[in-house]
Nanobody
Framework: QVQLVESGGGLVQPGGSLRLSCAAS????????MGWYRQSPGKQRELVAD???????EYADFVKGRFTISRDNAKNTVALQMNSLKPEDTAVYYC?????????WGQGTQVTVSS
């Protein structure tokens, strides 16, 4: 079993920045990919960014150039630096971890971008 705990969400003005963090615990040795998804009310959960153990990254088109995902394998954490935030970035952001057999989710952290 893997547990994921997110932190760093909150309220920010348009153009501002937030840094989300996710800490993994439990049976973490087999995790290959970690990432961030987001979900707004009435919409499906969508990929924001992910990163492999070796550091390969993938970003959704709508965040390229604004968000950066990073991973510290020694600390079992993944972070999402979010810059130039827009109101449409408002969502619950979920940490995700995957191996060959399982997908794990954090509880989510609210990000609200508003004046």
């Amino acid at each position: 079993q893997v547990q994921l705990v997110e932190s760093g969400g909150g309220l920010v003005q348009p153009g501002g920045s937030l840094r989300l963090s996710c800490a993994a615990s439990g049976n973490i040795g087999s995790i290959d990919v970690m990432g961030w998804y987001r979900q707004s009310p009435g919409k499906q959960r969508e990929l924001v960014a992910d990163i492999t153990t070796l550091g390969s990254t993938e970003y959704a088109d709508f965040v390229k150039g604004r968000f950066t995902i990073s991973r510290d394998n020694a600390k079992n954490t993944v972070a999402l630096q979010m810059n130039s935030l827009k109101p449409e970035d408002t969502a619950v952001y979920y940490c995700n971890a995957r191996n060959t057999w399982e997908i794990y989710w954090g509880q989510g952290t609210q990000v609200t971008v508003s004046s």
